[in-house]
Each structure stands twice: as structure tokens, then as C-alpha cells.
């Protein structure tokens, strides 16, 4: 695997994590926060998270596979 692959894999890593902590004290707080994106505002919620964290593992698994 090529370093940028590997700097990459690393990065995403690192966003699950952190997308799994706050999707674990948003689901303990119960908290939904209103963000603004762009001229829609949209609700975020642990199950947010929950769909950036699959994503994240997709790209991860992607990158692992031999080219």
C-alpha cells in the first residue's frame, strides 16, 4: 500500500472514532443540533453519525483492497 493510501486510511480512522463518540453522546444526552449547510438547515443526530461511520468504513475497506 502506497503512503498516501496509508496517511489516507489513517485519517479515516480517526474521523470514525471521533464520529462514534459523538454519536454516543448525542444518543446519551439525547441531543439533535440544527446545523446549517448551505441554505438548508438539517438535523443532526447520532444516527447521523451512524451513516458518516459506515461511509468512512466503506472508504477504509476500499482502499485496503490490493490494486
Given at each position: 500500500?502506497?503512503?498516501?493510501?496509508?496517511?489516507?486510511?489513517?485519517?479515516?480512522?480517526?474521523?470514525?472514532?471521533?464520529?462514534?463518540?459523538?454519536?454516543?453522546?448525542?444518543?446519551?444526552?439525547?441531543?439533535?443540533?440544527?446545523?446549517?449547510?448551505?441554505?438548508?438547515?438539517?438535523?443532526?443526530?447520532?444516527?447521523?453519525?451512524?451513516?458518516r461511520i459506515k461511509e468512512a468504513k466503506g472508504?477504509?475497506?476500499?482502499?485496503?483492497?490490493?490494486?
Amino acid at each position: 500500500m502506497e503512503d498516501a493510501s496509508r496517511r489516507v486510511i489513517r485519517f479515516l480512522e480517526k474521523e470514525i472514532k471521533t464520529y462514534a463518540a459523538l454519536a454516543l453522546f448525542l444518543a446519551k444526552t439525547e441531543i439533535k443540533v440544527r446545523v446549517r449547510v448551505g441554505e438548508k438547515e438539517i438535523l443532526m443526530s447520532p444516527a447521523y453519525y451512524k451513516e458518516r461511520i459506515k461511509e468512512a468504513k466503506g472508504l477504509v475497506n476500499e482502499l485496503r483492497k490490493p490494486n
